[in-house]
């Protein structure tokens, strides 16, 4: 195994809400997509949205929908980082707006990335 593939433990699951920044991400094929730079959620309704997460490529939004598995020490998530959107302020503009509440997350996502520290 190298620091681009997956352990073949990554621990227990856990919740959204507990999951650290840092944490890496894999893609299902085992490689390393990244890390998770923040949670994207709706504290007051409890509904997760999806992960923040750098790639060598850039900040990239992996929405809950291609998230397959939240755990200890990694996220898993469904497609290649390459395939990841960036966020955006204008949403509506990416082909990816078709996709039922990615718009909206791609503008959370833009807002957080945007936002003084």
């Given at each position: 195994?190298?620091?681009n593939q997956a352990p073949e433990d990554l621990g227990?699951?856990?919740s959204y809400l507990v999951l650290a920044d840092g944490t890496p991400a894999f893609d299902t094929s085992g490689d390393r997509a990244g890390e998770v730079v923040h949670v994207l959620d709706d504290e007051q309704?409890?509904?997760f949205h999806g992960l923040i997460?750098?790639?060598p490529a850039g900040h990239r939004f992996a929405r809950a929908g291609v998230i397959d598995g939240l755990f200890e020490h990694g996220v898993i998530i469904s497609v290649p980082a390459a395939e990841l959107p960036e966020?955006?302020?204008d949403p509506a503009a990416r082909a990816a707006e078709?996709?039922?509440g990615l718009g909206a997350g791609l503008k959370k996502a833009?807002?957080?990335l945007v936002?003084?520290?």
């Open positions: 195994m190298t620091d227990a699951p856990v309704s409890d509904v997460v750098k790639t966020p955006s302020a078709n996709d039922e833009w807002d957080w936002q003084p520290r």
